[in-house]
């Protein structure tokens, strides 16, 4: 194919992709599948890479990512991103009102006009566009400067890289000048599930927020485009006519190619706002996305420079937060669930209630502690609430219309999944007790012991070595895993790597093809590195991080087991409780059995060469980080730390010698500055990277 046949072939495929890129997103009506429109994409992106001089910034391929962003440069905003003035009263909402007629008609001005919009649960950024083309996209960080994370935003498809032109007064700076769009990027509930599906348990997101603030401060931008992210646009700055009222900029939003939610009203009086306020407390939960409340901002942007702002929050809007949700309904019965190390779980069965928009009908009770502490019988009328809108949890029991007959909720004698007779240890940081009049201190929870035979024991800890943050054994879900377990087929993650294509493909929802993508995927698990294997054990108390610490000190499995407990104790970060720990997993038989299965499967079973520093700015220095960071993921911070001969620690002790505290940080901070280690803020941090 000659240039100018290519030409005419990658406009025509742009502006085809977006148009579904729009269709799909900003319209929510698709007129392709998701494999039809990967194919345009492939075409688009070979077409550029055959013709590399006909690539743009604004062509739909630079939203697959790819580039890996070491740094994040500041970014000084024009004007400060400020937050909001939030409220949970209705009264409180009145008295704002009140409050701006009186400054409105200091001003001379009539009787003003509100704009009601819904408050998206995610994240601010800023977005700067130059001649129509995008340029430049920021966080709010800390309102008068952010970072500048442009390679991720691109990613996201309801982002325009380029600008609609619909003609008009507005659109005329666009074209020849500079305008700012401000809104939110936020995470559709169904991409937040399928997100945490993919994770371990202990790294899973509390919520679509957290989950949206982690991902923009990833610096592997082909990672934020998997995460299939959103935008809504709610601010827009610099266009011809200054004067024009806020309502006016969200259809001129619209217009440009941005989603601005759709759902905003224009109020000239409380009683529309109150009625807006109402109608979305129910009506929100059939949303796809998280909104956590209504935001009421002037109409008339003249007022707002006017107007002014406090230190914090602009004078002119308002956010009102509903109240967290809960809801009566009936515990019905309680179940026992046995997790991968053993430990009992009573979850209760709740009569089916409808809650933040969801049907709940489980909840976790924890342990049988908590359900002391609550008092809850079966055939209680209890209290549930959403915690972060996503976990149901048991909070109360309404004692005054408890049920004549109830039943006690009594600790299980015997594992349901096994029949062995359950155990409460001692704690293993407390030494027994020398008298007979002191009770010995144990766990809180209730234990199967049969680690070897129990069914739930073997099915957690294969999912949990095959876990995204493990070895990553992708196409081996749970209904595979309990299939295997039951047909003993699988016992440990040793046999995994015995299995063939006939016992794989005579299994339930199984074909040859899905089989044989599930041998891919435990082929490619073998060069995962040496840390990711010791994590991928489930040895109790070894983390993700602990299992790095370990790699260093003990680059080989054989090492690790000769490893006295004394000295893994001595292991920077290790401690005696989990070298013993250790200690215990490689005494157990089956343990010993499934290593020998995973050195003949060809698994890493020492660590590779280590890598070059970065420098040597934190050699000899044992980080922790606390608090929020406004500018770093945490995992990436602490591997920052590691590049520069620093160690990460997991706790505060007299042997921490730095720590880095973000925003909200509490009791680790506390207790860093009570013992007198030394404490840097994230500025100072990224000056000694």
Not at 87 to 97: K, Q
Not at 213 to 229: I, N, W
Not at 362 to 369: E, K, M
Request: charged residues 30%; negative net charge.
């Amino acid at each position: 194919m000659d240039k100018a046949k290519a030409q005419q072939e990658i406009a025509k495929l742009r502006a085809e992709i977006e148009r579904h890129n729009r269709l799909y997103y900003l319209e929510a009506k698709p007129e392709i599948s998701d494999f039809e429109f990967d194919k345009l994409l492939e075409r688009l992106i070979a077409l550029e890479q055959e013709f590399p001089e006909l690539m743009t910034p604004d062509s739909p391929s630079q939203r697959v990512g790819g580039g890996i962003t070491k740094e994040f440069p500041t970014v000084i905003h024009r004007e400060p991103m400020l937050s909001l003035s939030n409220t949970y009263s209705i009264a409180e909402v009145t008295d704002f009102c009140n409050r701006v007629e009186k400054l409105v008609e200091a001003e001379g001005g009539g009787t003003p006009e509100y704009v009601a919009e819904l408050k998206f649960d995610g994240v601010a950024i800023s977005l700067l566009y130059r001649n129509g083309l995008l340029v430049r996209g920021s966080t709010r960080g800390d309102g008068r400067q952010g970072d500048e994370i442009t390679a991720n935003l691109r990613t996201i498809p309801s982002i325009p890289l380029r600008l609609d032109s619909p003609g008009g007064s507005l659109f005329d700076s666009v074209v020849s000048g500079e305008i700012e769009v401000r809104g939110e990027v936020y995470m559709r509930k169904d991409d937040f599930e399928r997100l945490n599906d993919e994770r371990p348990e202990e790294e899973r997101f509390a919520n679509p927020r957290n989950a949206t603030a982690g991902t923009l401060k990833l610096q592997d931008s082909a990672e934020v485009a998997r995460r299939r992210m959103h935008f809504v646009a709610y601010f827009l700055k610099g266009i011809a006519d200054e004067t024009a009222p806020h309502m006016q900029r969200l259809r001129q939003l619209e217009s440009m190619g941005f989603a601005t939610g759709k759902h905003y009203k224009l109020c000239k009086e409380m009683t529309g706002i109150a009625d807006f306020i109402e109608e979305w407390s129910e009506k929100r939960w059939t949303l796809p996305y998280e909104t956590d409340g209504v935001v009421l901002k002037l109409n008339d942007v003249t007022l707002w420079d006017r107007l002014g702002a406090t230190a914090k929050s602009p004078r002119w809007a308002i956010a009102y937060k509903y109240p967290a949700q809960q809801a009566k309904t009936v515990l019905q019965g309680v179940v026992i669930q046995v997790g991968r190390l053993g430990t009992i779980t009573p979850v209760a069965e709740l009569k089916p209630v409808k809650l933040a928009g969801s049907t709940v009908s489980r909840s976790t009770l924890h342990n049988f502690d908590e359900i002391k502490r609550l008092g809850v019988r079966v055939g209680d009328h209890v209290m549930i609430e959403k915690s972060g809108e996503v976990i149901p949890k048991v909070v109360s029991v309404v004692l005054d219309e408890r049920p004549d007959a109830t039943d006690a909720i009594e600790v299980p004698m015997f594992c349901p999944e096994c029949g062995s007779v359950l155990v409460k240890p001692p704690k293993k940081d407390v030494k027994p007790q020398t008298t007979d009049t002191q009770l010995q201190k144990t766990e809180v929870s209730w234990y199967c012991p049969n680690e070897e035979g129990c069914p739930a024991q073997k099915r957690g800890r294969i999912l949990h070595f095959a876990s995204r943050n493990a070895l990553d054994i992708q196409n081996l879900g749970e209904s595979l895993v309990t299939q295997l377990v039951e047909r003993g087929l699988a016992s440990d993650a040793g046999d995994l790597y015995k299995l063939t294509l006939e016992q794989l493909a005579g299994l339930d929802r199984m074909a040859a093809k899905s089989a044989q993508n599930v041998l891919d995927a435990l082929e490619k698990s073998k060069t995962r590195p040496y840390a990711r294997l010791l994590f991928a054990l489930g040895i109790r108390h070894v983390g993700a991080a602990t299992a790095r610490e370990l790699a260093h000190a003990c680059p080989s499995i054989d090492r690790l087991r000769d490893t006295s407990e004394e000295e893994l104790a001595a292991v920077p970060d290790i401690g005696p409780v989990i070298a013993a720990s250790i200690r215990d997993f490689f005494a157990k038989l089956w343990a010993q059995a499934m290593l020998e299965k995973l050195a003949e499967a060809g698994l890493p079973m020492q660590a590779e060469a280590a890598k070059a520093l970065v420098n040597n700015n934190f050699e000899g220095q044992s980080v922790i980080f606390t608090g929020g960071l406004e500018r770093h993921v945490r995992q990436q911070a602490e591997e920052m730390v590691r590049e520069r001969g620093g160690r990460i620690v997991s706790s505060v002790s007299k042997k921490t010698t730095l720590v880095v505290a973000g925003s909200e940080a509490g009791s680790k901070l506390e207790k860093a500055i009570k013992l007198g280690v030394k404490v840097i803020s994230e500025d100072e941090f990224e000056r000694m990277l």
